[in-house]
T-cell receptor, first 114, second 118 residues
């Protein structure tokens, strides 16, 4: 039962343009969402998070949007840079329910073309 | 300020041997989580520990796997009698001591241990 889904396994974007990565979830108890970036042979690196009481959070080039009614979140990277090429994972947690584990999607491989 | 440390980075074992994976959390963090990533899949939660306590082990296989986080020293994930299906990347994460606002206690990951079972 895949509670967090990233339906696009890969995405290619031209340098300087916007990258939009999508994530859908099924569990309405999720109240905290995160995006991680992962390079090969390294651990996931935290990028940005959002609580369910918000619908947008911005940090530099990265913005996360949350649509609770659609159970959908997205990560926007503007402008995209070649160093952004990595696998991006979204994750969700039901912290309000006392559960601290993160449920991860299967990842989207982003390639930013110079 | 050192991040989450894991060792070894690579571990090769033959079927039936034991594997011990170590994780030292970030300074000031007392919550440790273990995740496993199989090839071409996302990370799957295994266990959540605080010092000397297992809080949530709902993701741990019922047999051969155990975890501990002693009062002193690193957290250990132990896999007994390894099988080929145990080959994966094992990641440890840590988060700060709970401030009562757990939603801010983001998990920070180590570089992982890649286990290969021959």
């Amino acid at each position: 039962d895949q509670q967090v889904k990233q339906n696009s396994p890969s995405l290619s974007v031209q340098e300087g343009r916007i990258s939009i990565l999508n994530c859908d979830y099924t569990n309405s108890m999720f109240d905290y969402f995160l995006w991680y970036k992962k390079y090969p042979a390294e651990g996931p690196t935290f990028l940005i998070s959002i609580s369910s009481i918000k619908d947008k959070n911005e940090d530099g080039r990265f913005t996360v949007f949350l649509n609770k009614s659609a159970k959908h979140l997205s990560l926007h990277i503007v402008p995209s840079q070649p160093g952004d090429s990595a696998v991006y994972f979204c994750a969700a947690s039901a912290i309000g329910s006392g559960t601290y584990k993160y449920i991860f999607g299967t990842g989207t491989r982003l390639k930013v073309l110079a | 300020n050192a991040g989450v440390m894991q060792n070894p980075r690579h571990l090769v074992r033959r079927r039936g041997q034991e594997a011990r994976l170590r994780c030292s959390p970030m300074k000031g963090h007392s919550h440790v989580y273990w995740y496993r990533q199989l090839p071409e899949e996302g990370l799957k939660f295994m266990v959540y520990l605080q010092k000397e306590n297992i809080i949530d082990e709902s993701g741990m296989p019922k047999e051969r796997f155990s975890a501990e986080f002693p009062k002193e020293g690193p957290s250990i994930l132990r896999i007994q009698q390894v099988v080929r299906g145990d080959s994966a990347a094992y990641f440890c994460a840590s988060s700060p001591s709970s401030s009562g606002r757990a939603i801010t206690d983001t998990q920070y990951f180590g570089p992982g241990t890649r286990l290969t079972v021959l």
